[in-house]
Every structure is written in structure tokens, then in C-alpha cells.
């Protein structure tokens, strides 16, 4: 009974964790790629990513 409540929880967040991870490839792109025209906006917003 518990598992199948974990499953259905799992199949439940599986779009937000999908969603999550999208945000954190996105978000690590744009600390990579600072010359993007977005970097400068973002820096402002973003100052924990290393800017090398």
C-alpha cells in the first residue's frame, strides 16, 4: 500500500521535477554563457554563479 501511494506520488511530481530541472539547465546556461544579451540583466538577479 505504501508503494503504490509513493508511485502515484512520484508520477504526481514527475512534471514539477521535470520543470525544476529545465530551471537548472537553464539557469546554469546562463551562468555559463555570460555573453549572452541576457547577462548583464541577469547578473543583477544571479549573483551566487561564478562569472569567470
Known amino acids: 500500500m505504501i508503494l503504490t501511494l509513493m508511485k502515484n506520488m512520484w508520477k504526481a ?13 537553464y539557469f546554469l546556461y546562463l551562468c555559463t554563457y ?3 544579451y541576457l547577462s548583464t540583466h541577469y547578473l543583477l538577479y544571479f549573483p551566487k554563479c561564478d562569472f569567470k
Open 13 to 25: 511530481n514527475l512534471k514539477y521535477i521535470f520543470v525544476l530541472h529545465f530551471l537548472g539547465v
Open 34 to 36: 555570460r555573453y549572452n
